[in-house]
C-alpha cells in the first residue's frame, strides 16, 4: 500500500468515525461508549481518562470542560466526582500495564492508590536492559515494591551501585523495606566473598569441601588474610555490616557475623571506623549481633548503655541511643529500656522510625504507669492520651 493510499483511507477512517459520533448524539451513552472504543483501538489512553471524566461531568448536569478542584462542589457531588476520577485512573492505568507502559500506569495508579497493581504486574516480567532502568525506578525509587526492585539493582548494576543507592534512600524508605533490602545485600555480599576465599583455597590447591562459612575457612587458613590482603572491597564490607543491624532474622544475623569476623581480621588499615557506638567497627558490631542471637548479653547491653549514655546527640546523632534501645526490645529488656529512657533520649529528640518508640517499650512490658510520668514530664499532651486509652 502506498503512503498515498494509508493516508486517504486514515482519513477515510476518520470522518467516518466522526459521522459515527455525531449520529449517536441523541444517546449520550452510547456516543461514551463508541467514542472510548474507538480511543481504546487507536491507544489513545490519555484521551480515554479525559473522555471518562467528561462522561462524568456531563452525567452530573456539571460543565463539561474541567475547572476548579473537587473542594469546589458540596456532597455528594464532591463524592461521586472522586469516585469517577479513581475509576478512571485504575481503568486506564490497568490498560497501560496492559501494554507494557509501566511509568504510564503508574501516573495513574498512584494517584487512584492502587500501588498492588503495579506490584503484581511487577512480580510478572523479567525485564530486559531496555526498561531495566524505568521498572528499578519505580520498584525501588517508588517503592513499590523496594525488595525486587533492589534485587534488580543488585544483579544487574552491581554491588558498588546497589550500595550507593540504598544509602542514598535508607532515609526515605519505609522500614520493612529497608529490612528487606538489607537482607538482599547481606546474602548477596556473603555469598560473594564465601566465593572469592573459596576460589583463593583453589589457586593454594587446597580443599573446599566442607567449607560452609567466612569464619571456617579463615581458621583453618587464617594466612589468606595476612599482609594486606582481602578479596572483596572493603568499603561493600563496611556498609554491609552496618546495614545488618536492621535484622532480626538468626539466619541472616549468622551470616553478618560471619562478615564481621572477617573484617575484624584484616589488617587495621583496612577497618574504618564508624560513628558512635560503632567507632571499633567490627568488634562493636560483633557484639551487637551476638547479643541480638542471646550470647553475651548483659555485657552488650553494658556496652551499648555506656556509650549511649555519653553521646554528642548534637554531633553524633542518636545512632548510639537508638542501638541501645533496639538491643534491650529485642532482647526483652522493654521494661530496662523504658527506665532508662528519660535519661536516654533528651527531650525533643527525634527518633528514627527504626527505633522502638515510647509507646512500643511501654506496650512490650505493660509499663504504663512509667510511660505515663515521661509523658506528664515532657508535656506530651498527646503521648499521654494515647497512654490512657491503651493502659
Known amino acids: ?45 490519555h484521551k480515554l481518562f479525559d473522555l471518562r471524566l467528561m462522561e462524568c461531568r456531563h452525567r452530573l448536569a456539571l460543565p463539561l470542560e474541567p475547572g476548579g478542584s473537587l473542594e469546589d462542589h458540596a456532597e455528594p457531588l464532591r463524592s461521586e466526582l472522586e469516585t469517577s476520577y479513581l475509576a478512571a485512573c485504575r481503568e486506564v492505568g490497568q490498560l497501560f500495564l496492559d501494554r507494557g507502559q509501566a511509568q504510564e500506569a503508574w501516573n495513574y495508579l498512584r494517584a487512584a492508590g492502587e500501588k498492588d497493581l503495579l506490584r503484581k504486574w511487577l512480580a510478572s516480567v523479567v525485564p530486559d536492559e531496555q526498561q531495566l532502568d524505568e521498572l528499578i525506578g519505580l520498584a525501588l525509587y517508588e517503592a513499590v515494591d523496594s525488595e525486587r526492585g533492589f534485587a534488580w539493582l543488585l544483579a544487574q548494576r552491581g554491588t558498588c551501585n546497589a550500595i550507593t543507592q540504598l544509602e542514598s534512600l535508607a ?4 522500614a520493612p523495606d529497608q529490612v528487606a533490602c538489607a537482607a538482599l545485600l ?11 576465599l573459596r576460589g583463593h583455597l583453589e589457586r593454594l590447591q587446597q580443599t573446599v569441601l566442607g567449607f560452609d562459612s567466612i569464619c571456617a575457612i579463615l581458621d583453618k587458613v587464617p594466612s589468606l588474610v595476612e599482609g594486606g590482603a582481602f578479596h572483596i572491597d572493603t568499603s561493600h564490607l563496611a556498609t554491609t555490616v552496618r ?35 560503632f567507632e571499633d567497627l567490627y568488634p562493636a558490631h560483633l557484639r551487637f549481633f551476638r547479643a541480638l542471637l542471646g550470647d553475651q548479653v ?11 549514655r555519653r ?15 533496639i538491643l534491650l526490645m529485642r532482647t526483652d529488656q522493654a521494661e530496662r529500656a523504658l527506665a ?8 525533643n529528640c527525634v527518633l528514627s522510625p527504626l527505633a522502638p518508640s515510647l509507646l512500643q517499650l511501654s506496650q512490650a512490658c505493660n509499663g504504663w504507669g512509667r510511660y505515663l510520668e515521661i509523658c506528664q514530664a515532657r508535656n506530651d499532651l498527646v503521648g499521654f492520651t494515647a497512654g490512657q486509652l491503651l493502659s
Open 171 to 174: 532515609g526515605q524508605l519505609p
Open 298 to 308: 548483659e555485657g552488650a547491653a553494658e556496652y551499648f548503655g555506656e556509650r549511649a
Open 186 to 196: 547481606v546474602r548477596h555480599l556473603h555469598e560473594e566473598l564465601l566465593g572469592n
Open 1 to 45: 500500500m502506498s503512503a498515498a493510499l494509508g493516508q486517504f483511507l486514515r482519513k477515510r477512517n476518520d470522518e467516518t468515525m466522526f459521522e459515527e459520533i455525531a449520529a449517536l448524539a441523541q444517546n449520550t451513552d452510547q456516543m461514551f461508549q463508541r467514542a472510548a472504543q474507538q480511543l481504546l483501538e487507536s491507544g489513545e489512553l
Open 243 to 277: 546495614f545488618a543491624r536492621l535484622l532480626t532474622e538468626p539466619a541472616l544475623l549468622e551470616l553478618a557475623i560471619d562478615l564481621a569476623e572477617y573484617g575484624g581480621r584484616l589488617d587495621k588499615d583496612l577497618q574504618y571506623p564508624d560513628q558512635p557506638p
Open 340 to 347: 532508662e529512657y528519660p535519661e536516654m533520649v533528651p527531650h
Open 311 to 325: 553521646v554528642d546527640v548534637q554531633q553524633h546523632g542518636t545512632t548510639a541511643i537508638e542501638s541501645y534501645l
